[in-house]
Every structure is written in structure tokens, then in C-alpha cells.
């Protein structure tokens, strides 16, 4: 989503453009960078698209040498991707002129406007940012000071918000800050530099100590410091962190996008959360018995996490005993739930910043709530706001569309409701040690699984080619698997742009079936061992003879079971509609491996369509890898 970027330095023109393309990876549409020259002035350049459309915008315009550089990568809320759009803002009216980058919403934004026009003010955007330099602008206008008229931010704008503003004319080089839902970083440079910005990845080449605000904290950063204020304007210290970034910053390492290089790294993701988490068959994470009386659980994300944590609370349920509802952030944090007495909240999220959640996690903790929070990002604002942390380890997460982090926070709720099965008693040492010694040849059976995976790439082909009319697919699964048809769908269709539903195979008769005919891709996950296999194949018989084109992802054991013919000759996208599946098997493997072994297969299903289609993979269209707004 969203980035910023804010650099006082002489070299700040280049070290805010260097800091953006490190967050291009978050998605965007548009891009804009201020800089101030030496007499005060503030020249704004502005491009649609990639950055290096903005690169070429100043390579034609070329901006003055300047100590003070702000940048910003908008991904598009309020008007649509336009120059006019995109960020920095400045106020246009009465003096000072105030120019800003934001990130966030400000929900209030007609009534502000309406206020602000009174006053003289004009507006040439559409964006709800345009409102922040004015606001600002009439603050230093009325005699405030700068910390004042950052305080004035917080008081009058209603949502989450960050932002960085430059004053024109103002004596030496300052930037001004704020922040409340949406993070914002200061890093901290060697004498001489200051610098600031939405994730300190963007810094990672220039400092390695940043210092991040609080909700409602104010900043007047200069080269040679920063002041920050709490909410009631009183200066405070907030802690330097020392970050190691190296490796977040290496590249593709020589995969052709970062989803394959992240789906590829899963067995190592595995081990590494094995290795770090379990000994001597027992699991070693930072949960008590308290956390283990807890009467109920509630498991809270968006997205692919949020079909992780349903996945973990399948698994919750099983080995705990502890009753456990997965839901989706957006809508939890508006429920009038009767939270239960000692209840936990698991909170899942890759990046941390997910707005949706972190508001899931805040209602929940108002309500007492004991918080757990599973994130990749152990730094992040939800990892802050949470009780208990518990690192996913993934290593970071480039790609757009989650794949490592989805497997990682699987594996971390199957060790959570081990250990709280230790704790209260529902699973014995034996039985626990049992289970670990499953799990630790999980790696394995995941290199082997990726080993197979070029033998996917007809299905992708035809997948990917105009043959199929209705350009849609079905998922269908049962069980602890359901949330992997939704993931597989999920996928489907955030990078090749088909439209995929996923669905529990009970729910098919009761309308997706519909769908059906010679044309329709079903993918049907399956496994020999999980209860429900016969279920799952009369669901699979009711599409074989509606002619559905049918990929079926099934263990070893289930494929002989079924003897179907291995490998199909046909493949779905031939018509007419093959006369049996086509089928991807897996290995066979204890019942609560599953969910990992039979996730891959639908991780490269996706990604080797959208190769074939030739969409951008790594990137897609209107998504952001941070969705740091409602
Ligand atoms: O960072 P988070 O795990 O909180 O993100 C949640 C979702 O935005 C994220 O999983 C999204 O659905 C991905 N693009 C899925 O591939």
C-alpha cells in the first residue's frame, strides 16, 4: 500500500528514491517526491504508474540540489491514480505553503474541507490528503507553534493516518511528522542525517537505528535531531532499535519472481520454525497455563491469514479441546461479541500492520481479551500492541500474494494448540512427542512435493489459455482442508485474474453446482485419511458427471484407492471434458500434515497459470502487500 519516504541529507533526493523502490514491492499506482532547496522553496515532481515513470519525470524536469527530500508511492483510495492524485499534496491559499505525503485515510475529510475553503483555502485533488497541508498551513498561520499545528492533526482528523509535511520558507532544514494506526519510523543517521519512513526497509541502506512513534506522537526532525511529543505534547525519549535489515534486502536470489523463490523456501521455513520452537519433543513457546484455561478463542486476520487461522482452529479444537472461531478482522472489529471472561485472541498477520486486524486486536483487548499475536514482522505495530509475540519466521515476504507466510503461520497455531494441549492437559507428553516427531519430517515431504512441480505446468497452460469460456474456477474441499480450497482460490485469482470461489464440497449442491458443465475447472482436495474421504468423492462423482473438467489433488493412498489412470492423458481445458481427473498427488502422510502437503499443489497451480498468462506475478493489479488502511 501506501509508502513514505522522508531523508535529511545531502544526498536526500537519492536516498528517498532508492527508499521507494525498496517499498514498490507493497503495490502502488502512483508516485511524487518534494524536495526544498537552499532558499526555502519546495519543488514537487509527480508520475502515474512505476517509479520509474517518476525517474523519468525528473530526468526531463530536473529538481534543484536540495538537503530535504520527501517521497511517497500512493496505492489509490480516494480519486482515482492520477498526477493531479498522487502525493506530495501542498495547500494552496494562504501562506505558509505546506506540502505533505500521507498515508492512511482522513475520514472527516469533506467536513475539514468545507472548514478550510472558508479560510481561503482551494483544493485541486480529489484525495482526502489534501486537507493535512492545509490544515497544517492554517495552524502556522494563526501563530502555533509546529509541534501545535502537528498536535492540531491529531485532534481534528478522524482515521489512521501518517504523515510528513515541509513548511516552504521555514528557517534551516526541518520535516514535520505524525502518525496514528499507520506506522511511521525515524532512522537515525550518523551526524550531519536524519531520516523517516512508513517500513524501515526503505532505510535499510543508510541506517540501521530507528525509533518508532507512538500513536500520536509528534516530531520536528532536523539533520541534527528529532523531537518527538507524546499526545499531550510532552517531550519524550522513545527507544532506538537496532535493526539487522541485511536480509530482507537480497533479492531474487535467481528465481524469475519472489513467489517463487518464497514457495520454494518452505521446507526451510519449516525447519527453521521446528528448530526454533521444539525440543526434546516438547514445544517451547511463551504460553502458560492461564493461556491455556482460557474458555474460548478467538482467531482474528484477513485474508490468507485469515484462512491460516482457520485452518489453526480446526487444530485448536482437535488437539486443546478449546472451543476456537476463526473470523475475518474487517468484521470482528464492528461485532457486538460478548468476548467470554479469560477468553484469548489470536491475531495472525504477516506484516503486522494490517489495519483491519490491528483494529480486531485493539476491540478485543478493550474488552479484556488476553492477546496473542502470530506475526512475520515482530517490530510491527500488532506485535507492539499484543501481549504475547510469537515470531512466524518466514523471512521476509516480497511477492504480493502469500505463500511461505501462509505455511508459517499454519505450522506456529499447529505448535500453539500442541502446547496448550501440554498445558491443559488434553494431549499427554506421549502424545505430544508423537506429534512432533510427524511434524519435524514435514520439510522433507515438502521438498519432495516442490521436486514434482513442473509436472503441474500442463494443467497451468491450459489453464491460462482462452479455451476455458466461463474464466472461473471452483474449489471445493471438506474439513480441516475447506480453508485450503479458499487459500487455493484466493491465490487463483489474485495473480491470474480468473475468477475462483472456493467452497466446503457440502456446500456445492446447495448452489455452485450450477456452474458445472464441460467448461469448469474444479479443483477437488482430497486425502485418503482425514474421515471424510468418501464425502469428498461423491462430491468429485457429482461434478464427473456433470462433465466438470476436474483437477483433483489427492494423496498417494487415495490415488490408488481410486484408480484412476496416472497420469491422466487429458488434461482440463480439452474438450470435450476428460473422462476422469487429472490428478496431482502428494505423499501420503499423517492426518495433520495435510493441510501443508496439499497446499503447495495450489500455491504453483496459481503461480504457474498467471506465468502462463503472463500477468505480473509478483505485483498484481490493485493489490498492496501492506493494506495499512480500513
Ligand atoms: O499482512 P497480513 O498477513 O495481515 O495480510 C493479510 C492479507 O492482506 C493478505 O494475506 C492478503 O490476503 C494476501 N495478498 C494474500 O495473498
Redesign the pocket.
Known amino acids: 500500500m501506501c509508502g513514505i519516504v522522508g531523508a535529511l541529507s545531502k544526498n536526500a533526493q537519492k536516498i528517498v528514491l532508492e527508499g521507494l523502490s525498496r517499498l514498490e514491492y507493497r503495490g502502488y499506482d502512483s508516485a511524487g517526491l518534494a524536495v526544498q532547496s537552499e532558499n526555502g522553496t519546495v519543488h514537487t515532481r509527480k508520475a502515474t504508474g512505476k517509479l520509474a515513470a517518476l525517474r523519468a519525470e525528473i530526468e526531463q524536469n530536473p529538481l534543484p540540489a536540495a538537503a530535504l527530500a520527501i517521497g511517497h508511492t500512493r496505492w489509490a483510495t480516494h480519486g482515482s491514480a492520477t498526477t493531479v492524485n498522487a502525493h506530495p499534496h501542498s495547500s494552496h491559499g494562504p501562506a505558509p505553503k505546506v506540502t505533505v505525503v500521507h498515508n492512511g485515510i482522513i475520514e472527516n475529510y469533506e467536513e475539514l474541507k468545507a472548514e478550510l475553503k472558508a479560510e481561503g483555502y482551494t483544493f485541486v485533488s480529489e484525495t482526502d490528503t489534501e486537507t493535512l497541508p492545509c490544515l497544517l498551513s492554517w495552524a502556522l498561520a494563526q501563530g502555533q507553534s509546529e509541534a501545535e499545528a502537528l498536535a492540531l492533526l491529531t485532534t481534528r482528523c478522524r482515521g489512521n493516518y501518517a504523515v510528513l509535511a515541509v513548511v516552504e520558507g521555514a528557517k534551516g532544514t526541518r520535516l514535520l511528522a505524525t502518525r496514528r494506526g499507520a506506522p511511521l519510523c525515524l532512522g537515525l543517521g550518523k551526524g550531519g542525517e536524519n531520516f523517516v519512513a512508513s517500513d524501515p526497509l526503505a532505510l535499510a541502506s543508510v541506517t540501521d537505528k530507528f525509533v518508532y512513534l507512538e500513536d500520536n506522537d509528534t516530531v520536528v526532525i532536523t539533520p541534527e535531531k528529532t523531537e518527538v511529543r507524546d499526545a499531550s505534547g510532552t517531550p519524550v525519549t522513545r527507544p532506538v532499535q537496532v535493526l539487522n535489515l541485511a536480509d530482507d534486502m537480497a533479492g531474487k536470489q535467481g528465481y524469475k519472481h519472489f513467489m517463487l523463490k518464497e514457495m520454494m523456501e518452505q521446507p526451510a521455513v519449516a525447519a527453521r520454525i521446528l528448530e526454533a520452537y521444539t525440543k526434546d519433543g516438547e514445544v517451547q513457546l511463551p504460553l502458560t497455563a492461564a493461556h491455556a484455561a482460557a474458555p474460548a478463542i478467538t482467531i482474528v ?5 485469515y484462512y491460516a487461522g482457520m485452518v489453526g482452529g480446526y487444530m485448536l479444537e482437535e488437539l486443546a479441546e478449546v472451543p476456537t472461531q476463526a473470523d475475518v478482522a474487517s468484521e470482528m472489529r464492528y461485532r457486538k461479541k460478548p468476548y467470554p471472561k479469560g477468553g484469548l485472541m489470536i491475531v ?7 489495519a483491519d ?1 490491528l483494529a480486531a486486536l485493539e476491540h478485543a483487548k478493550a474488552a479484556g481479551q488476553t492477546i496473542i499475536a502470530l506475526t512475520n514482522v515482530t517490530t510491527s505495530s500488532i506485535a507492539r500492541a499484543a501481549h504475547v509475540v510469537i515470531d512466524l519466521m518466514a523471512g521476509r515476504e516480497v511477492a ?3 505463500t511461505k ?1 501462509f505455511l508459517a503461520m499454519v505450522l506456529v497455531l499447529q505448535l500453539v494448540a500442541l502446547k496448550l494441549a501440554a498445558l491443559n492437559g488434553q494431549q499427554n507428553a506421549a502424545t505430544v512427542a508423537s506429534h512432533l516427531k510427524d511434524i519435524h519430517l514435514l520439510p522433507m515431504h515438502l521438498m519432495n512435493i516442490l521436486a514434482e512441480a513442473p509436472k503441474w505446468e500442463p494443467i497451468a497452460e491450459k489453464l491460462a489459455s482462452a479455451k476455458n469460456p466461463t474464466h472461473s474456477m471452483l474449489y471445493l474441499a471438506r474439513g480441516m482442508l475447506t480453508p485450503l480450497a479458499y487459500e487455493g482460490a ?2 487463483m485469482k ?1 495473480i491470474t485474474y480468473i475468477h475462483a470461489e472456493g467452497y466446503a464440497s457440502g456446500e456445492m449442491k446447495h448452489g455452485p453446482i450450477a456452474l458445472v458443465d464441460e467448461t469448469l475447472p474444479v479443483v477437488n482436495i482430497a486425502a485418503s485419511n482425514d474421515g471424510l474421504f468418501e464425502k469428498t468423492i461423491s462430491n468429485l462423482k457429482e461434478v464427473e458427471a456433470r462433465h466438470g473438467q476436474i483437477i483433483l489433488i489427492v494423496d498417494e493412498e487415495g490415488a490408488k484407492q481410486l484408480s484412476y489412470p496416472s497420469p491422466t492423458p487429458q488434461i482440463p481445458g480439452s474438450y470435450p471434458a476428460p473422462t476422469h481427473p487429472y490428478l496431482i498427488i502428494t505423499p501420503s502422510v499423517p492426518r495433520l500434515l495435510l493441510p501443508y502437503t496439499h497446499l503447495l499443489p495450489l500455491q504453483f497451480l496459481a503461480y504457474q497459470t498467471a506465468v502462463f498468462k503472463g500477468t505480473d506475478v509478483d505485483q498484481p493489479r490493485n ?1 498492496a502487500k ?2 495499512t488502511v480500513e
Open positions: 486476520a484477513c485474508g490468507t491469514a495472525v498477520s504477516q506484516s503486522g500492520e494490517t486486524t504480493v500474494a502469500s507466510a484466493l491465490k489474485e493489490l501492506s493494506v
